[in-house]
Each structure stands twice: as structure tokens, then as C-alpha cells.
């Protein structure tokens, strides 16, 4: 059998007994950035990982205790997210070295073919995982909105047309690029993350020489944005 790849994404989550306690904590005292909130699951941004706050159903709290005096150790709240090519083979990888399956989820739910592709898992030292496949991915928690806006020698010398080409590999990408009065080049990415950032750092490679500043700020999804243009 093909040895499954873990590749840990940049989430982690973590599952609390007090929802709002943990979200007023981790925005106020630690000053981590508050992106989206909901009754129970909250989304901050970080410099290089995206943390989940979430709140913890009553019935896992008491499976929680079960656990423990089952198998002499306690599940960690805290998981990491790995995304995995052939969730069949990850599961069984797993679970013969010994993990426990918590819960699961399925793709194609609304078609006869549907198989699970993400799933909680616990290891045996303590800590917990999410593992899925690709197509299990929610839209709202692996889509970003990236306001951007670079300060240099970027008007009047083919910026925004060499921004158009490089999103031309990245063709699911939506937004614009313009040029602003004051001589900056704005720009608004949408899409998955890992696209977004490639398409931030390709710019900025091509064009380390122009510019002076890059500002970006991420802000809130806009369904109605369309197909990347040059405004």
C-alpha cells in the first residue's frame, strides 16, 4: 500500500468548555486578530497560522472523561490539520498505529457516491488531529480576501499586466488590481489561501527592484466578486 503524505496545513484549533472567555482571551490579552466569530467557532489570523477557537459540545466534555479512564490518557483540544491525497489509506495508516477515530465527515453528501474524506483522530500520546482530503475543505474557512496595496515605482512601467499574467496559474483567484491616484497600485486577491499568498510573494519577487512598500490587510469574503481584472 502507498504510504499516504501528511501535509499540516496552517490551522489549528482548539476546542474550549468556555467559548466566549477563550475568544475575549486570545483577542485581548495575547492581541491576535479577530477575523471572522460565530456562536461557536471564532477565526484569528495570525502572522503565519490561521487559530480556531471552538466551542466544545457537552457530550464530547463527557466522552472526554471516558477516554481517559479507558486508556490512562486525555485528548488534547488543541489539533493540528493534516490534508491528505487518499483519505482511505491516511485512516487506515492511522488507526493501525493505534489512533482513535472521534468523528467524521463526507464529501459528495448530496449524491449516492458520498465517502467519508475528513475525520478527528486522537494518537496515543495525547494530542488530537483533523485529517481530510482536499474536497472536504469549507470555502469560508480556506478562502481568504487579501486587500493589498504597493507603494514604489509600479505605475506607468507594466505592473498591473504582469500581475494579470501571473494570475493566469492561479485561474480560480478573483479581484482586481488598479492604479490609485497617489501613485500606488491597489489590489484585492480572493480565493484559496495558499493561491493568494503565492500570487503576494510572486509580485514581490518580480518586482523587488520597484517596491518601496507592500501594505496588505485581510478582510472580510465578498461573494459578488468577480473574475481578477485590471480596474
Not at 472523561?65 to 490512562?72: R, Y
Request: proline share 3%; net charge neutral.
Amino acid at each position: 500500500m502507498t504510504v499516504p503524505r501528511f501535509r499540516q496545513t496552517r490551522f489549528i484549533a482548539i476546542r474550549v468548555r468556555n467559548f466566549a472567555h477563550a475568544v475575549a482571551f486570545y483577542r485581548d490579552v495575547l492581541g491576535l486578530r479577530l477575523a471572522t466569530a460565530a456562536d461557536a467557532e471564532a477565526r484569528f489570523e495570525g502572522d503565519a497560522n490561521t487559530l480556531f477557537i471552538e466551542a466544545m459540545p457537552a457530550s464530547e466534555s463527557a466522552s472526554d472523561e471516558a477516554v481517559a479512564a479507558t486508556h490512562g490518557r486525555y485528548a488534547g483540544k488543541s489539533f493540528f490539520e493534516f490534508e491528505v491525497d487518499d483519505f482511505a489509506a491516511a485512516r487506515e495508516r492511522l488507526l493501525a498505529a493505534g489512533c482513535r477515530e472521534s468523528s467524521s465527515g463526507v464529501c459528495g453528501a448530496q449524491s449516492a457516491d458520498a465517502v467519508a474524506c475528513s475525520a478527528m483522530f486522537s494518537d496515543p500520546f495525547g494530542l488530537s488531529y483533523h485529517i481530510y482530503h482536499p474536497s472536504a475543505v469549507l470555502p469560508e474557512i480556506d478562502t481568504i480576501r487579501m486587500e493589498a496595496r504597493f507603494v514604489g515605482r509600479v505605475q506607468g512601467v507594466g505592473f498591473r499586466a504582469s500581475v494579470m499574467r501571473l494570475v493566469t496559474t492561479s485561474p480560480a483567484l478573483k479581484g482586481w488590481v488598479r492604479n490609485e491616484r497617489d501613485g500606488s497600485v491597489a489590489m484585492v486577491a480572493q480565493g484559496k489561501a495558499t493561491e493568494v499568498d503565492a500570487l503576494v510573494e510572486a509580485i514581490r519577487a518580480r518586482w523587488t527592484s520597484s517596491i518601496v512598500q507592500c501594505e496588505l490587510t485581510r478582510t472580510p469574503l465578498d461573494p459578488s466578486e468577480g473574475a481578477f481584472a485590471i480596474k
